[in-house]
């Protein structure tokens, strides 16, 4: 099992003092706040952008962690297994070009990893696919870069911000798609956090956070080759700079998704993943 919370505390050093106590009680292993208080995050070591936007810390120390990338709105770290990234977009009052740049240089750092993906933020955006009642521009342009990069949004319809009766999906959870439905679980928490944002949490229960034992490749018949192919250049018709890292990983992706739509199933007998492991 793997936890995490996100939480905006508009910089109030009450309101992170009271997200960092709530991660006790709900067992969290990392915590990715936005807008940050300063002064505290400096004060007990977090990890943060460049701008002090948005802050990561591994809560239970079981991470074995590395710092992948930082810059301007965007704080991502690695593990054995996922590449976690924390964002956060300053303002809805920021022009387009400026968002454009964001998304562009988040792609390039979700993309160079064959890590799974874990996106948690405030993204300033409005879709559908978090179960926003409309989209709008940017929410256009964080779909297709969810698209391109291979993940999902995992909020429901539950407001993450609330203020002047008003009441928003901002807080955005975005998930690796070769994680499926039954081994993940999120959720707003009741819990007050003295803002107008709500904390999330994300729950992922996989094996291979606890296993070494690798499954056996997949086998693909000519007609799905053709298939990954055809997908692995319309992903990369979309993208600004090829690098050979990013073109190894959406290959990976294609292969993984046309695995779980009906590879070729072979007949092992008694043949597991934990013998082969053992041998």
């Not at 070494?212 to 979309?238: K, M």
Request: with cysteine.
């Amino acid at each position: 099992m793997l936890r995490a919370l996100l939480a905006n505390v508009n910089r109030s050093m009450l309101s992170h003092s009271l997200v960092t106590r709530l991660v006790a009680e709900k067992n969290v292993d990392f915590l990715v706040i936005t807008e940050p208080n300063v002064y505290e995050a400096a004060r007990t070591g977090w990890n943060t952008d460049t701008e002090g936007d948005v802050a990561f810390r591994d809560v239970s120390g079981r991470l074995a962690w590395r710092l992948k990338f930082r810059g301007k709105d965007i704080v991502a770290v690695e593990t054995a297994f996922v590449l976690i990234v924390g964002t956060y977009v300053v303002s809805p009052n920021v022009n387009h070009s400026e968002f454009v740049r964001f998304l562009d240089i988040l792609q390039n750092v979700v993309l160079n990893t064959d890590k799974r993906i874990i996106m948690l933020g405030d993204f300033n955006s409005k879709m559908v696919a978090a179960g926003g009642q409309h989209t709008n521009r940017r929410g256009e342009l964080l779909t297709e870069l969810m698209e391109t990069v291979g993940c999902h949004c995992v909020n429901d319809d539950t407001p993450t911000y609330e203020a002047r009766g008003h009441t928003s999906i901002l807080d955005l959870t975005i998930l690796d798609n070769r994680w499926k439905r039954e081994q993940w679980s999120w959720g707003v928490l009741p819990e007050e956090i003295a803002s107008d944002h709500y904390a999330t949490t994300l729950s992922l229960n996989d094996i291979n956070f606890r296993s070494r034992a690798q499954p056996p490749p997949p086998r693909f018949t000519a007609d799905q080759l053709d298939s990954i192919t055809d997908r692995t250049a319309t992903r990369l018709i979309a993208l600004e700079h090829h690098t050979l890292d990013a073109l190894s990983n959406i290959i990976k992706q294609e292969m993984d998704r046309e695995s779980r739509n009906g590879v070729r199933k072979c007949t092992v007998y008694w043949w597991t993943a934990e013998i082969a492991y053992l041998r």
